[in-house]
């Protein structure tokens, strides 16, 4: 009797155990046929400008801009997408028509940097920033730009006309036989409104439009070869510890949420301005201050020197919060060379120290293996520049340091910026020309820290056309 009892145990556990199987099975499969499911193909066009042979001036470009844009928006497109940049001076007229055109449309996207300044009137606007090797083109899915995140443009693109969401860094391969209706701008007047019905108008140099056209049809389409997720090997991983990854979500949020933004504004008679553009949001760049009790600061900028494809684990946060009272900026760097070497000596970092007395405008740094600052003296409208550094921090130990003073005048302006500024390139391979920046300087030196440095960071992406290698952050300190 005991055994039939048993025998019945059993009997009801498997049936259990199947009816969770019948349950979970499909429950699996709606997610991958979910996951995998096709959507109707996009109508795609391409309008090709031939930049390489244009030698208009900008602002004839933009009015001709408007002109496609007002054209195009008669026939009521998804979406109409700029992928080429506009660089040079142009004429208040030029940029009123442009914006009043992109407003009358309604659904006009840019690419970041160069159209940043449309932020406020486009539907949106997405990077341009991308990767070849071969047939395959990577992508990430976001970069920080002033302080805000923007999305790839396909993914920006896919998630308002196909309503898919991409959160991760991602990859398409290139089809020989993936082809776009293409036309030229003054072709596009003798068509009939409703060729561009519905239609999603890339407007650019052809290459600029294939890559963002393919990128897009790869999200959209889902076929065979697509854009695929890097992390998405990780779904059923992630499917199965649910519970726990809802928990780590909230945890970070939370985390996020409550962490301060401690980048100084304005401190006694200094005011601080700050603009990067940071590729990834786990960006490698460093950049942060402390505040002392008796005002004074300590701000640190760097760029670790990664090795053998990694980068050094030393805590940097956790070493200058631990003083509990402040040292020299020489002082504080042979303390930081000594430690970083110690506990990781396969690795290096470049960093700059300053330690800042905001109400005297006295600076005190030392450099070690940094990009050297740069000063705008304001009587004089001259730069006066510090070519010395010595070796990055963890090479050797017992490594002595120099440190310099600085003392600024009212209006005058430090800058520092680490090597994803000076090792920006233009479309020919060129290295930027210090001059040019200098000048651009001297032509906005009345603005304030935060206007002057975002405006020189944006020179210096129009310099590279959008496309930047590494990280870049540009930090100006003004005297008021």
Known sequence: MKKSKNNHQQTSLNYSNKLLLKLFIPVILCLVLSSFSSKPDPQIILI????GTSTQASWKERRELAEIIDKLAVAKPRAI???????????IGADRA?????????????????????????????HVQLKQAKKTVSILSSIIYENKVFPALSVLLSKEISGREVKTDFYFK?????????YAPDFIANLKDNAFKDKICFIGDKESNCLQAEAFYALASFEEEIAVSRNMFLYYLVFAALIAGLFLAVFLVIK??????????????LSFGKAALLLRNNHSSIFDSRIWPDGNIWLWMG???????RHSSFDLEKFFSSFKE???????IIRLNNDLHEADSQSFINLILLNINPQ????????????????????????NEFTHSTQPLGIGKSVDFDEQKIALDKSDILFLFNSGIVKSRDTDGRFIDLEQLKYMITQNCSLPAQKLAERVLRVILDFNASRPSQDMIFLAIKAN
Request: glycine share 10%; with cysteine.
């Open 48 to 51: 090709n400008i031939d930049n």
């Open 81 to 91: 997408v700029v992928t080429y940049p506009c660089i040079g001076y142009t004429s």
């Open 98 to 126: 442009l914006i009043k055109a992109v407003k009358n449309a309604g659904c006009v996207y840019f690419s970041l940097p160069l159209w940043g300044v449309m932020y406020s009137h486009a539907k949106g606007i997405g």
């Open 174 to 182: 290139r089809k020989s036989g993936l082809e776009f209706e293409e």
């Open 256 to 269: 996020k949420s409550l962490k301060k933004d401690r980048f100084l504004q304005k401190k006694g008679r």
């Open 303 to 309: 760029d670790p020197s990664p090795n053998n494809g």
């Open 326 to 332: 402040p040292l020299g900026a020489r002082e504080a």
């Open 360 to 383: 005297n405008c006295v600076i005190n740094f030392s450099n070690a293996g940094f990009e050297p600052p740069l000063i705008f003296r304001n009587s004089t409208k001259e730069f």
